[in-house]
């Protein structure tokens, strides 16, 4: 989408917020909403990605490219549109939050920053994003559960994530999707591929606050240490761990529960 001039750019770990938007329209989609962006004159459209009435997502840019959803605060900002004005449908509901945390992710956004519209500053004239962000941020805060206390059986893969990303999604790790799939290298997923996932049941809570590990793995002491693979701690050896705390797609292991332990990297 666009024009044929340079879209403004950024890298990808400059992202550090989420813009949520309601369209303020009936019904709509990526290309209508682009002649009225062109319309204006914008070099570059609104919103990143666009939630359709049916639930359905559509993906407008990558996340490097720099959008126009809130004037003098998009360098940072990654926007998610749902179509609608003040009242969504509950499959709009349901992949909304789907996308935010997986957004938070893999830009590593905290609940805190994920903002209506009208919450950036010099914007607070604005009914956008037609919702109330605080009920919005208190469901991104609850624990994902299964639904009916199953968790669907499969994933199918979408453009932008990856299998670590899928892994935290459902609560598993990556080693488990490549055995359930016989995957040989996990760097090597493509849309549209449907990846089976662990059963789990109504103890689905308790298994994600544990995690199994199985074989010998560096422990470091923090998240950032565990991501970067540096300032190696101690070696944290095979065995069930209780997750005393989750950060940046890593996690704090310990034997003791309640006590905090070793930072590791589930994708190693």
């Known amino acids: 989408m ?13 992202i550090r917020r989420i813009g949520i938007h309601h369209s303020a329209t009936a019904d709509g989609n990526m290309r209508a909403f682009e002649n009225h962006w062109r319309s ?8 990143h990605e666009i939630i359709l009435r049916n639930g359905d997502v559509e993906l407008c840019y990558v ?3 720099v959008a126009n959803g809130v004037g ?3 360098l940072d900002t990654y926007h998610i549109c749902i179509v609608g004005s003040s009242s969504f449908t509950a499959a709009q509901e ?3 939050i789907q996308r935010i945390r997986h957004n938070m992710s893999r830009f590593s956004v905290p609940v805190e920053r994920v903002l209506g519209h009208r919450e950036f500053p010099g914007h607070a004239s604005n ?6 962000m605080n009920s919005l941020r208190q469901s991104l805060r609850l624990p994902q559960v299964a639904e009916n206390n199953h968790t669907s059986s499969t994933h199918t893969v979408r453009f932008g994530e990856t299998l670590s990303g899928i892994a935290l999604q459902h609560q598993t ?10 995957m040989t290298n996990p760097n090597l997923i493509r849309v549209g591929q449907v990846l089976r996932l662990p059963t789990t049941n109504s103890n689905v809570q308790e298994n994600a606050n544990k995690h199994h590990i199985t074989r010998q793995i560096p422990g470091f002491n923090t998240a950032a240490d565990a991501l970067a693979f540096r300032n190696q701690r101690t070696t944290v050896p095979p065995g069930m761990y209780h997750v005393f705390n989750r950060a940046q797609g890593m996690i704090n292991v310990t034997k003791r529960q309640e006590t905090p332990g070793s930072w590791i990297n589930p994708n190693r």
């Open 127 to 132: 009914i956008c994003p037609g919702r109330n």
């Open 72 to 74: 003098n605060h998009n």
């Open 63 to 65: 996340p490097t490219t």
């Open 2 to 14: 666009g024009w044929n001039n340079p879209w403004q750019t950024r890298y990808q770990n400059q």
């Open 40 to 47: 204006l004159g914008w070099r570059n459209g609104g919103y």
């Open 173 to 182: 790790t990556v080693l488990e999707l490549q055995r359930l799939n016989n």
């Open 94 to 96: 349901r992949t909304l």
